[in-house]
């Protein structure tokens, strides 16, 4: 009996994934949507591509954003497709007409050569003009979304990033904002399929804007202080090559509904799936209902119960008093995370996540998880199959450095435009995050495989292996974090560490990958809730959020009973 309850996840996975493909009706989706910028003197003529899956991309091409051809002029405008009816879509009240999710578009501007004006004081002159680049005032497409990449994922953007929009269909300019330019400690470990593919590049960290139709970027080279002879300063390093500025629309999800906290089911909608979003909802059918926009909290209890008739623990569930499970010790090897359509990773993927936990279940609540649904994710975008770790033994938590600007409503766009970002510009196989936390404490499904399994993530560069990324929305060098952002860490540690048996208040052993701090193949004691930084030289988390790691820790294992 215990065998058969075991097998439950395994069932509920591979029978909900055949299923969905089988039934499954493809969502009708336009391309690249584009609306008309406000006019130019001279427009030239922007041409955009449709999406393709990353799968069927070519090593190293760049065609899957749309290519443009740029000139201080502008772009032309683009008419907006038709929007066909789409069965059990929201219907234009004007023309009864259905309003179909539209997917959302990239913008990808090359970078040239600039000379600041002389009365431009804000950045330091230099010698070479090649150490400033960028892109004049210049009118484009809608986008809320910002970030620079460049050809090579293993140089640095030694240097400053600074942009400035206009906010759409008005005059109104911002101040110049940096982008923070070291993220490249946020990526697949050294020599995987994800990092070695030939599509990934070299990335700033995004910035979100908000809704804006004009844009103006410069990049400055790092100098190194030695001045030449007619006072200007020397560049540290040149700017590596291939810079482009990616502008990112989320696209708009109506049938998306907004993340309240909330304690009820949240139904499936009634449109159709296509067959990605069906297999990436059915990883989660033994959570919830398949095409749910969230997955439901549970009580305690209920979470106590679930994990042990998933396991057929219950014969050795005893008191509390009990003795804990035994301490962590390094780890030699390692096996290597594998990859399917189901999430399915077989018994001994289910005997590791249950050692420790026949004593007592140390485990939170489950709380409620908003879906890659629910927040609107793009499926077709993503590559198709999903990749899996053994365990999770330790959490990363991060922040996305993409500034503060953002109501909790907007956070479903947020995270859309960092997934594209992700995917489409930095050439990621799938946003690099397992979870991500918004300002109000709501926690999104992050990278597709399924919330409860050991989905193999792009978070900590070295440390992705047996670890899970939590990403809170904002940046938090200088700001405090919301502390409904610390409290949702808490639980969703809780919950998810301890369905692998793991104490939020320990520590634990993880193989680093390589990397700027510990060398490939060491054995790294590291807490089991950490900061990016403890795996990285980096600022990330932030300084405030990463002062309240302790604090998480704490509450974490008391939610779990310990």
Same mark, same amino acid.
């Given at each position: 009996m215990s065998r058969i309850r075991g097998m439950r996840g395994y069932l509920a996975s591979s029978i909900a994934v055949t299923c969905a493909a089988a039934l499954a009706f493809p969502l009708a989706v336009s391309t690249d949507a584009a609306a008309a910028p406000p006019a130019a003197e001279s427009p030239t003529t922007e041409r955009a591509t449709p999406d393709r899956p990353a799968s069927e991309r070519t090593a190293k091409a760049r065609p899957e954003t749309p290519s443009t051809s740029t000139t201080a002029a502008g772009t032309a405008a683009e008419a907006a497709p038709v929007a066909p009816v789409v069965p059990g879509a929201p219907a234009d009240s004007a023309t009864g007409r259905s309003i179909p999710s539209i997917p959302g578009s990239t913008q990808s501007l090359p970078l040239a050569p600039l000379t600041p004006p002389p009365s431009d004081r804000t950045?330091? *002159?230099?010698?070479?003009?090649?150490?400033?680049?960028?892109?004049?005032?210049?009118?484009?497409? #809608?986008? =809320?979304?910002?970030?620079?990449?460049?050809?090579?994922?293993?140089?640095?953007?030694?240097?400053?990033?600074?942009?400035?929009?206009?906010?759409?269909?008005?005059?109104?300019?911002?101040?110049?904002?940096?982008?923070? %330019?070291?993220? #490249? $400690?946020?990526?697949?470990? *050294?020599? %995987?399929? !994800?990092?070695? =593919?030939?599509?990934?590049?070299?990335?700033?960290?995004?910035? @979100?804007?908000?809704?804006?139709?004009?844009?103006?970027?410069?990049?400055?080279?790092?100098?190194?202080?030695?001045? !030449?002879?007619?006072?200007?300063?020397?560049?540290?390093?040149?700017?590596?090559?291939?810079?482009?500025? $990616?502008?990112?629309? *989320?696209g708009v999800d109506p049938a998306a509904e907004p993340p309240p906290q909330a304690s009820g089911v949240d139904t499936p909608r009634d449109n159709a799936l296509s067959p990605e979003a069906a297999a990436s909802s059915a990883v989660n059918a033994d959570l919830a209902p398949l095409g749910a926009t969230a997955i439901p909290a549970l009580s305690q209890k209920q979470t106590e119960a679930d994990l042990v008739a998933i396991r057929g623990d219950s014969a050795g569930v005893v008191s509390g008093t009990d003795k804990p499970a035994p301490k962590d010790k390094p780890v030699v090897k390692e096996k290597p995370g594998t990859t399917g359509k189901t999430g399915t990773i077989g018994n001994a993927d289910t005997a590791s996540a249950g050692e420790g936990q026949r004593v007592k279940p140390y485990i939170g609540a489950r709380p409620r998880i908003v879906t890659r649904r629910g927040w609107g994710a793009d499926e077709t975008l993503r590559e198709r199959n999903f990749s899996y770790t053994k365990t999770v033994k330790a959490a990363f938590v991060h922040h996305t450095a993409s500034g503060n600007n953002y109501r909790c409503a907007q956070a479903p766009s947020v995270i859309r435009s960092?997934?594209?970002?992700?995917?489409?510009?930095?050439? @990621?196989?799938?946003?690099?995050?397992?979870?991500?936390?918004?300002?109000?404490?709501?926690?999104? $499904?992050?990278?597709?495989?399924?919330?409860?399994?050991?989905?193999?993530?792009? #978070?900590?560069?070295?440390? /992705? %292996?047996?670890?899970?990324?939590?990403?809170?929305?904002?940046?938090?060098?200088?700001? /405090?974090?919301?502390?409904?952002?610390?409290?949702?860490?808490?639980?969703?540690?809780?919950?998810?560490?301890?369905?692998?048996?793991?104490?939020?208040?320990?520590?634990?052993?993880?193989?680093?990958?390589?990397?700027?701090?510990?060398?490939?193949?060491?054995?790294?004691?590291?807490?089991?809730? =950490?900061? #990016?930084?403890?795996?990285?030289?980096? $600022?990330?988390?932030?300084?405030?959020?990463?002062?309240?790691?302790?604090?998480?820790?704490? %509450?974490s294992a008391r939610y779990q009973g310990r």
């Open positions: 950045l330091p *002159p230099t010698s070479a003009p090649a150490s400033t680049q960028g892109l004049p005032r210049r009118d484009v497409r #809608h986008f =809320s979304l910002v970030g620079v990449v460049w050809d090579n994922p293993d140089m640095e953007l030694q240097g400053r990033v600074q942009v400035r929009t206009r906010a759409s269909g008005t005059a109104k300019w911002s101040v110049w904002q940096d982008v923070d %330019t070291h993220n #490249h $400690e946020h990526a697949a470990d *050294p020599d %995987t399929a !994800e990092r070695t =593919s030939g599509r990934v590049r070299g990335s700033t960290a995004p910035l @979100w804007v908000g809704d804006s139709d004009g844009v103006e970027v410069r990049v400055q080279a790092e100098a190194d202080g030695r001045p !030449e002879a007619d006072g200007r300063a020397v560049a540290s390093a040149p700017l590596p090559r291939g810079l482009h500025i $990616e502008l990112i629309d *989320p960092i997934y594209r970002y992700h995917v489409k510009s930095s050439g @990621w196989r799938d946003i690099g995050y397992n979870f991500l936390i918004d300002k109000c404490g709501n926690i999104y $499904e992050g990278r597709a495989g399924g919330v409860a399994k050991p989905v193999m993530g792009a #978070h900590t560069l070295g440390f /992705n %292996t047996n670890s899970m990324g939590i990403a809170v929305l904002g940046s938090f060098g200088a700001s /405090n974090p919301p502390a409904a952002a610390v409290k949702a860490i808490a639980k969703l540690t809780a919950w998810k560490l301890g369905l692998f048996g793991a104490n939020p208040k320990g520590k634990t052993y993880l193989k680093s990958g390589g990397g700027n701090l510990y060398r490939k193949g060491k054995n790294v004691r590291l807490n089991v809730i =950490s900061g #990016h930084r403890d795996g990285f030289a980096t $600022e990330c988390p932030g300084g405030r959020l990463y002062a309240k790691l302790g604090t998480a820790r704490a %509450t």
